[in-house]
């Protein structure tokens, strides 16, 4: 039986599992939740998520093992927080949320690799009813697919080309708490206000970060994931620097 990994986030993460579950039929899931020390609000709406989804996997033939919960605060603090003035120094353009999203997909490799499984199924959207989010924009998502997808880890998006909300929230429309699934919120939401990745100079500047910085410092961290190493603090530090000429 295929075992696959569940982003426990938001609503698009739950549809997706609920779709991959309804889909996909009998399988092992194993809900993640993971925490960056950002987030604020309601915590047991994972909780009510995850015995919805644990219920749903009743009727498909789903197994729904028990809640990991995975954080990894000075990761964290390295790749999304530290570097803030001479990233945005370097590119013009900044916002944690690029390398947070990588930082979850990340925390699950060891995971990934200890239970043989099929795929990370995640929530990402490239639009959200015409709203481009860098975290979730087609270049970032393709480079990450592109860095995991080198290591042998698939991402598994069913939703990724969905722009309406609607045809979300129809996969999910037995749940009742769907009103609260988004009550977990992170403390940095909407640090990139005003700044429109419609605007060929700003998708320009998110582009050469995407490549200069993302892609290596991404490929060095997958590395000491995939080949289940300590990440070395000092030569992060070190790939970090390089990026950024320092």
Known sequence: MKTYIAEIAGK??????????????????????????????????YTRSIDYLTKCGQVYGVSVEETVVLHNELLWNYICAKY???????????TPCVMCHLFTHLLRIPLYLERKCEGIITGER???????????QQDTISLFRSLFSRHGIALIQPFIDT???LIVDEEIKDYSHISTINDVKCILSGNMSGVSL??????????????????PVGEYLLQCYTKRLEIQYEELDQVIRRCLHE
């Open 163 to 165: 722009e309406d909300t």
């Open 198 to 215: 419609e605007e060929p100079g700003n998708l320009a500047k998110l582009r050469k970060y995407l490549d200069s910085f993302v892609s």
């Open 12 to 45: 698009d993460s739950i549809a997706a599992v609920h779709k991959i579950m309804r889909e996909r039929g009998p399988a092992t899931i194993i809900p993640t939740v993971v925490y960056t020390g950002t987030e604020y609000g309601d915590f047991s709406s």
């Open 84 to 94: 803030s003035n001479l990233l945005f120094r370097e590119y013009g353009i900044y």
């Open 126 to 136: 490239y639009s959200h009813k015409g709203k481009l989010k860098a975290n979730q």
